[in-house]
C-alpha cells in the first residue's frame, strides 16, 4: 500500500515539476494525486472508518490555507480593479535606471509583505512595462522584481503562500517570523541589488514617453478602496491576537468590510458599474486554479502523513544529512525546482510541533528558505513564472542573467539568519 501512494505522489510530484514540459495543468495532476493517494490507502485499511476520520482532521487544517487564500486574493483583486495600487505606482517618475532599480526592488519588498509576492509582482512588472521600453534592460529589472517580490513574502505571513501556511498551522507566529526573517530576507535583495548597481549599463535611452493618466474613477473612490483594502489584510495578524481565532476568520472578515464598501461607493450607479467593479465580479477573475492546486497538493501530503511516510522520510534525512539547517538550506534550493508548496508541506508533516514548537529554528529558517530559494530559477515560484508569461522571459536567459546574482543572495541572507540566531541564542 505505501509503496504505491509513493509511486503515486512522485509521479503526481514530477508532472507538476514538468508543468510546462508535458503541457498538463499541475492542478489537475494535483488534484488526482490527492483523491488517489487517499483512495489507495483507504482501499488496503482495516477500517475505513478510521481512514475517514483522519482525512475530516486534516481538511479542517486545509480549509484554513484554502479560505485564507480565497479572501486574500478577493481583496486584492477589488482593490485592483479600483485602480489603488496606481496611489503607489504612480509617484516613482524618476529617469534614472539606478534611482529607478532601488525605488522599483525596495517598493516591491515591502508591498509583498502586505499583498503577496505573485499579486505584487505582477503589479510591478506591468508599472516597469510602462515606464521602460522592451529591451534587456527591462527584463533585468523584470528578474529583480522576482528576486525582490520572493524575499519580500518570506518575512511576512501575508507575503508567501509557503510562510502563511507555516502561520495558520502555528510553526510560526506572525511577529516571530517578522522579527526574525526580515533583516536575513532583506539581505537576500540587497546583495543582488548592490551586484546590479555596479554592472547594469544600459544602452541609449530605455525610457518610454510620459506617462498619461488613465484613471476611469474618482481619486476618492480609490483612495478610500485602497485603504480599506490595505488595512483589510494588516488587520489579520491583529484579528488573531486579539481574539485567537484563526487567520482566515480575520481575512474573511476583511473581505465582508471590503465587499461592503465597494457595494455602497457604487450603489447609485448604473449596473453595467456595479458589475464590473463588484465583489462578484473580482471572485470570478481570482486564481481559483492555484487555490484547487493547494488543495490537491495538500491533501496528498496529508495522505502520507496519515501513513507515517513522512516521518520516516525526515528519519533518513537527519540520519544521511544530519545537520538540519544544511537539510532546510537544501529545501530552499530545492524549492528553485520543485514547487515550494508541496516541499513546506511535507516539511510540515515530517516534523512534529512538540520536537519543534511554534517559532523554532527550523521553522523560521525554513520561512527563509523556501521563500527566497524559488528566485534561483524562473520556474521556481509563482512570481517567477507569472513574470515569465507577461515578459516572455525565457528559462536560460534568466538562469545566465539573474539565477547567479539570485543565488548570492539566498545564501547571504542564509548566513545571516543562522549568525544572528547563533548570536542571540
Known amino acids: 500500500m505505501t509503496t504505491l501512494m509513493i509511486l503515486i505522489f512522485v509521479i503526481g510530484y ?10 498538463i495543468n499541475k492542478t489537475a495532476t494535483a488534484l488526482l494525486t490527492g483523491v488517489l493517494c487517499w483512495a489507495v490507502y483507504a482501499l488496503n485499511a482495516t477500517d475505513v472508518h478510521i481512514v475517514s476520520e483522519q482525512l475530516s482532521h486534516h481538511l479542517g487544517d486545509i480549509a484554513e490555507i484554502v479560505f485564507f487564500l480565497l479572501g486574500a486574493m478577493t481583496i486584492v483583486e477589488l482593490v485592483d480593479a479600483h485602480d489603488g495600487f496606481a496611489i503607489i505606482t504612480q509617484k516613482i517618475k524618476t529617469q534614472d535606471i539606478k534611482t529607478l532599480m532601488w525605488l522599483v526592488a525596495i517598493l516591491t519588498f515591502f508591498m509583498s509583505a502586505v499583498l503577496d509576492n505573485l499579486t505584487t509582482a505582477i503589479v510591478m512588472v506591468s508599472l516597469l512595462r510602462k515606464i521602460l521600453v522592451s529591451s534587456e534592460t527591462r527584463k533585468i529589472m523584470v528578474g529583480l522584481v522576482v528576486i525582490a517580490a520572493n524575499a519580500g513574502g518570506a518575512w511576512s505571513p501575508l507575503g508567501d503562500v509557503t510562510t502563511t501556511m507555516l502561520w495558520i498551522g502555528k510553526q510560526v507566529s506572525a511577529m516571530g517570523v517578522i522579527s526574525q526573517l526580515l533583516i536575513p530576507s532583506m539581505v537576500s535583495l540587497i546583495v543582488p541589488l548592490f551586484y546590479l548597481h555596479f554592472t547594469l549599463k544600459p544602452k541609449g535611452n530605455v525610457f518610454s514617453a510620459k506617462l498619461e493618466n488613465t484613471m476611469a474613477l474618482p481619486n476618492a473612490e480609490r483612495n478610500l478602496m485602497f485603504a480599506v483594502g490595505l488595512g483589510a489584510l494588516l488587520f489579520v495578524p491583529i484579528f488573531k491576537t ?5 487567520p482566515y476568520m480575520g481575512m474573511l472578515m476583511g473581505l465582508g468590510a471590503v465587499w461592503l464598501v465597494s457595494e455602497l461607493i457604487h450603489k447609485d450607479k448604473d449596473e453595467e458599474t456595479k458589475s464590473k467593479y463588484s465583489a462578484v465580479h473580482a471572485l470570478r477573475k481570482i486564481d481559483t486554479p492555484s487555490i484547487l492546486f493547494f488543495l490537491g497538493i495538500l491533501v496528498a501530503i496529508a495522505a502520507l502523513e496519515s501513513t507515517e511516510q513522512l516521518h520516516h522520510f525526515a528519519e533518513l534525512m537527519n540520519q544521511t544529512l544530519g545537520n538540519q539547517d544544511l537539510i532546510v538550506f537544501i529545501i530552499g534550493i530545492a524549492s528553485a525546482v520543485i514547487d515550494n508548496v508541496p516541499l513546506v508541506a511535507a516539511s510540515m508533516g515530517m516534523y512534529d510541533l512538540q520536537a519543534f514548537p511554534t517559532d523554532s529554528k527550523l521553522w523560521e529558517f525554513m520561512a527563509y528558505c523556501a521563500g527566497t530559494g524559488g528566485s534561483m530559477l524562473i520556474i521556481g515560484s509563482a512570481a517567477g513564472v507569472a513574470v515569465m508569461g507577461m515578459e516572455k522571459i525565457d528559462f536560460m536567459w ?10 548570492l543572495g539566498y545564501i547571504a541572507g542564509a548566513a545571516v539568519y543562522l549568525g544572528l540566531y547563533s548570536f542571540t541564542h
Open 398 to 407: 534568466y538562469f545566465k542573467k539573474i539565477s547567479f546574482i539570485a543565488l
Open 242 to 246: 486579539v481574539t485567537h481565532l484563526p
Open 14 to 23: 514530477l508532472a507538476i515539476t514538468l508543468e510546462h514540459n508535458i503541457h
